[in-house]
């Protein structure tokens, strides 16, 4: 069983950047993908990035595209999301969990407590 632990979260500008940690345990953390998601005030979940367990491949949602980048440390177990030119809208607790690996856009579970982002203009 993979348990997570997200960190890094803040306040922070628009424009401003933000660099997100989520610390694994768990055998499975060393061989599947892992994605983020978050869920903004009033809003349903959503996906933002994803990535294969080398590090080779990475998906992102439009919304974060060219402003995010989703890297591993498998050595570490850990996976990062730097979030740059930050807005507003990207306001939302921030979750990482696997993902499916027929399915990078979908979440496998389990989920950690999230970590807090604000975004003010």
């Known amino acids: 069983q993979v348990q997570l632990v997200e960190s890094g979260g803040g306040s922070v500008q628009a424009g401003g950047s933000l660099r997100l940690s989520c610390a694994a345990s768990?055998?499975?953390?060393?061989?599947?993908?892992m994605g983020w998601f978050r869920q903004g005030p009033g809003k349903e979940r959503e996906f933002v990035a994803s990535i294969n367990w080398s590090g080779g491949r990475a998906y992102y949602a439009d919304s974060v595209k060219g402003r995010f980048t989703i890297s591993r440390d498998n050595a570490k177990n850990t996976v990062y999301l730097q979030m740059n030119s930050l807005k507003p809208e990207d306001t939302a607790v921030y979750y990482c969990?696997?993902?499916?690996?027929?399915?990078?856009?979908?979440?496998?579970?389990?989920w950690g407590q999230g970590t807090q982002v604000t975004v003010s203009s």
């Open positions: 969990t696997a993902v499916l690996p027929q399915n990078y856009y979908s979440p496998s579970g389990p």
């Open positions: 768990g055998r499975a953390f060393s061989t599947g993908p």
